[in-house]
């Protein structure tokens, strides 16, 4: 091999090592501390969680377990990620939960819904013989996330938690016997109805869970999740009539529309136009449909809120950035399917609208957070207008002006209620609620009552009295 090639000194190059083979150091110090490997990755326990106490009213969670609350590692699905590609320790118990009530549903809107019931047992089921528990709470968590945060790959920013109650199962330290097998934990909560329902929108979200945290006396902890779906409906009513008025014309647009409209399914729109024909003493003018396009759009707003660490973009604690997305989840284009009486001067048809379920459409909502998701029904019209003489009506002749007439109404998209009936309203009457019974006579301060025999009862049933 040549010492030099092309002038540069061949020798004088030391070999360079693999990838992955270079010792980190501290910045503060000149000797190594570690040596990496090419597939390990770096552990994330040490990231902290936000919380989020603007979302809702926070339950159990006292100033002293403010600092528990914020260290749960495992509640970022980056850090349950990591944490599965690691290989897995194996724990002293193993978590699982039951759930005992129906799917969450809560019913009307939020002012007015009594919320909703849940119940469930949590499972503790000891793998190593018996085990101590020291400890056992679970969370209720909601979870917001906004996919345009102030700050990129800022937790704090893109995800706020909050509790919206707190289980602690155990006062005392509690010993798992691995004879008995599973052991049960029943709980059971009533959710509050002015929460928002589950949301998975395009610029934001909402997410709730049931978070179990278990620890043993030796300080090992076992943490267990499982998703709720909360979800909302709202009650169908009568229908709603709208009207429009498109001046400097005599058009006015008659709409009868459901008052409740379902992500998966279809509706009928019903419209009639009036005053389209102006009669003058041997010509009139009138005006033709030509052409009717409805679309459904979605409206979703939302705002990113700042963590500590980025306060001073948005201008102070309290602030964010507002965004909005615009799309559209419904459309069709009709020429023809409506009845058209120039001799009455109306328009009268239907049509039959929906939204397309590939476009995974979400229900209306309106979080305290500032997510917000709204839809509206939009109709444009196109009309000609033309000209025929009275006698001879049928003879029209178009004058070339036309005219494109739009309009909105706002749609209530909630999901089925199937029977309609909430937790309160099925649940039977309280022992309390049952009166006292039989009840005393009216003039006798204690009812008697005797038995008789059948064959001691003569006379026919309807001449039977009762004597004072």
């Not at 503060?28 to 902290?48: E, F, Q, V, W, Y």
């Not at 007015?112 to 400890?135: K, R």
């Not at 009845?339 to 229900?363: H, L």
């Not at 007439?405 to 209620?417: I, K, M, S, W």
Request: glycine residues 8%.
């Amino acid at each position: 091999m040549p010492s030099k090639l092309f002038g540069i000194n061949l020798r004088g190059i030391q070999q360079q090592p693999e990838l992955g083979a270079y010792p980190h150091k501290d910045p503060n110090s000149s000797s190594p501390i570690a040596i990496t490997s090419p597939g390990h990755r770096p552990s994330m326990d040490h990231l902290k969680r936000p919380t989020l106490g603007a979302l809702g009213k926070k339950h159990g969670s006292s100033d002293k377990k403010g600092k528990d609350a914020k260290d749960r590692s495992a509640s970022n699905k980056r850090n349950m990620d990591a944490a599965a590609a690691r290989p897995a320790a194996s724990k002293p118990v193993k978590l699982n939960m039951i759930m005992e009530s129906p799917p969450i549903l809560m019913m009307g809107t939020p002012p007015e819904s009594s919320g909703a019931l849940i119940s469930g047992q949590l499972q503790i089921t000891p793998t190593s013989g018996d085990v101590i528990m020291e400890s056992i709470v679970m969370y209720l968590e909601c979870t917001a996330t906004t996919k345009q945060p102030i700050q990129d790959r800022c937790r704090g920013c893109m995800q706020q938690v909050s509790d919206l109650y707190e289980w602690d199962f155990i006062k005392q330290p509690m010993i798992c016997v691995a004879e008995n097998g599973i052991q049960q934990l029943p709980f059971s909560h009533l959710i509050p109805g002015h929460i928002p329902a589950t949301t998975h929108g395009h610029i934001g979200s909402i997410d709730y869970s049931l978070h179990v945290r278990a620890k043993t006396s030796d300080g090992v902890e076992t943490e267990f999740r499982r998703e709720l779906l909360v979800r909302r409906a709202l009650r169908p009513g009568n229908d709603k009539n709208s009207v429009r008025i498109f001046p400097p014309t005599n058009l006015t647009l008659h709409v009868t529309l459901p008052s409740i409209v379902h992500p998966l399914g279809e509706f009928t729109v019903q419209c009639r136009m009036t005053g389209i024909t102006s009669k003058r003493e041997d010509t009139q003018t009138r005006w033709r449909l030509r052409k009717l396009t409805w679309r459904i759009e979605e409206k979703e707003t939302t705002i990113s809120p700042a963590c500590p660490k980025h306060i001073s973009k948005v201008g102070g604690e309290g602030k964010g950035l507002a965004h909005q997305k615009d799309r559209e989840i419904g459309m069709l284009e009709l020429k023809s399917g409506w009845k058209t009486d120039f001799d009455d001067g109306q328009i009268e048809g239907e049509f039959v609208a929906g939204i397309e379920s590939q476009t995974a459409p979400q229900c209306d909502v309106d979080a305290p957070n500032g997510l917000k998701i709204s839809h509206v029904l939009i109709m444009e019209l196109v009309i000609a207008e033309e000209w025929a003489p009275n006698k001879k009506p049928t003879q029209a002749t178009p004058t070339g002006a036309a005219r494109v007439l739009r309009t909105q109404f706002n749609l209530h998209v909630t999901d089925r209620a199937g029977m309609g009936i909430s937790w309160d309203d099925e649940m039977p009457p309280a022992y309390e609620d049952v009166p006292a019974s039989p009840p005393h006579y009216r003039g006798s301060e204690l009812t008697v009552m005797r038995e008789f025999a059948v064959d001691q009862v003569t006379g026919a049933v309807e001449d039977l009295s009762l004597d004072s």
